[in-house]
């Protein structure tokens, strides 16, 4: 039976949700480019902990990340700026196509999955208020085993929780790092490239799809 892990920050859930809030504290152009800093150094802070085998929450990369671009960029959010930052992440809206996508793909009886950096809490926050809990069998998060994308150890983590078979699972994700993360597990991919200035890593590796939108999924599954 195919499997479909979705991930949900960037994914599912827009992260640049946080951009319209950034430009009450920052002008626009500003604003953009803190939130892309935010995001990128929020990964890396992963990226590193996991390498470390330093794990500490998702949460924790995420504020850490939001206290070191605030410093470089001399922005001078203060405290409750940046508490009002962090709480908004934890309501961040979902995108405009996941919510009809969802439903089309579970209509066909697909088995669909959330797979996250985030804690089971986090992300169950962001689904509930995002009304998409119920197209979801489950919730598998990489906090159970205290590491992140694109450990190894978090894809197999992933097919233990899910029942699934590598060869049947597909990763959908519009981050080019975790599609490349699962392609080496022997996943299928599905790579949602919702910006045409969107770029893949040039590693010599393609997803097994690409698409602009996650209403394109269910007639491109095989």
């Not at 088995?111 to 979801?136: K, W």
């Not at 893949?200 to 996650?214: H, V």
Request: charged share 20%; proline share 3%.
């Amino acid at each position: 039976m195919t499997t479909l892990a979705f991930d949900v920050y960037g994914t599912l859930i827009d992260t640049q949700g946080v951009v319209s809030l950034l430009s009450s504290y920052l002008d626009d152009e500003k604003a953009l480019k803190f939130s892309n800093r935010w995001r990128d150094k929020q990964l890396e802070y992963s990226f590193r902990r996991g390498l470390m085998q330093q794990y500490q929450d998702f949460s924790t990369c995420t504020k850490d990340a939001l206290t070191f671009t605030n410093n470089e960029y001399g922005s001078a959010l203060n405290e409750e700026q940046q508490e009002k930052l962090l709480e908004l992440y934890r309501s961040l809206p979902a995108f405009d196509d996941a919510k009809s996508a969802l439903s089309k793909l579970n209509l066909a009886g697909v088995q669909c999955f959330a797979f996250s950096n985030g804690s089971p809490d986090a992300v169950a926050g962001l689904l509930a208020q995002a009304e998409l809990t119920s197209y979801f069998k489950d919730m598998v998060s990489c906090n159970d085993i205290k590491s992140f994308k694109p450990s190894p150890q978090v894809y197999q983590h992933f097919l233990n929780r899910s029942g699934g078979k590598a060869e049947s699972t597909w990763l959908v994700s519009s981050n080019s790092f975790d599609i490349i993360g699962a392609h080496a597990a022997g996943w299928k991919t599905a790579w949602v490239k919702r910006s045409r200035d969107a770029q893949f890593d040039p590693w010599g590796i393609e997803p097994t799809i690409t698409i602009s939108s996650l209403s394109q999924l269910h007639e491109n599954i095989k």
